[in-house]
């Protein structure tokens, strides 16, 4: 059963950075394709990024295209999420998740991590 692990969260001044990390453990994702997803206050939980099993695919949400960066690192079993230019609007609580690159770009997955916070202040 593969178990993800989010950690990288924190509060950030608007216009700053963030790196998060999504470690595996108890089987390979190398087979799955990965992704992040968010949920903010009050909103309803969002696509943000998803990478192929190969790493050589990424797709992204509108509103982070240009700013975020999904990667990963097979060897190590992680995914990351490099985030640039933080705005207010990008607070929410960040989560991997492992699947078929489709189901995770449908909103969907079978594997998810428990999450971590990402505050972006004004």
């Known amino acids: 059963q593969v178990e993800l692990a989010e950690s990288g969260g924190g509060l ?10 999504c470690a595996a453990s108890g089987g390979t994702v190398s087979g799955y394709a990965m ?14 990024a998803a990478i192929s ?9 509108d509103s982070v295209k240009g700013r975020f960066t999904i990667s990963r690192d097979n060897a190590k079993n992680t995914a990351y999420l490099q985030m ?12 991997c998740a492992a699947d078929l690159v489709g ?20």
């Open 12 to 21: 950030v001044q608007a216009g700053g950075s963030l790196r998060l990390s």
């Open 35 to 48: 992704g992040w997803f968010r949920q903010g206050p009050g909103k309803e939980r969002e696509f943000v």
């Open 53 to 61: 099993g190969s790493g050589i695919t990424t797709y992204y949400a």
């Open 84 to 95: 640039n230019s933080l705005k207010p609007e990008d607070t929410a609580v960040y989560s």
């Open 103 to 122: 189901r995770l770009v449908a909103g969907k997955s079978y594997y998810w991590g428990q999450g971590s916070q990402v505050t972006v202040s004004s």
